[in-house]
């Protein structure tokens, strides 16, 4: 059961280019955003569409799939592990991020 304790899976579309970083110990790490759609019918019958944008980030051998395969548009599903942390930016205004760490992905459609 400690593997469903924070397990997060998503479909969506890349909403950019993902961002590939190289750190100085030579990791990759690749950001990008998903939009996930929801539909619903509201009380009128009609049918409605939320969209969510969540952040996503990529690290090593992921990173390296996500920057050789993965580009705007692309629908994608993406298991990982939700990660909440903060930072304090340079005018010290602490921030607070919330994103998904992908552990796997899966392509449902190719890059052009």
Do not use: H
């Amino acid at each position: 059961m400690n593997a469903l304790k924070n397990r997060v899976q998503l479909i969506g579309n890349l909403g950019n280019d993902p961002e590939i970083k190289t750190l100085e110990n030579g990791k990759k790490l690749a950001k990008f955003s998903i939009a996930v759609n929801e539909s619903y019918l509201n009380s009128k019958g009609e049918k409605v569409t939320e969209t969510n944008w969540v952040n996503i980030t990529a690290w090593a051998g992921q990173a390296k799939t996500v920057e050789k395969f993965l580009a705007k548009g692309m629908e994608v599903i993406i298991e990982g592990k939700l990660v909440c942390r903060n930072y304090t930016d340079k005018e010290g205004v602490k921030k607070y991020v919330t994103e998904i760490n992908a552990m796997d992905l899966m392509m449902l459609n190719k890059k052009q």
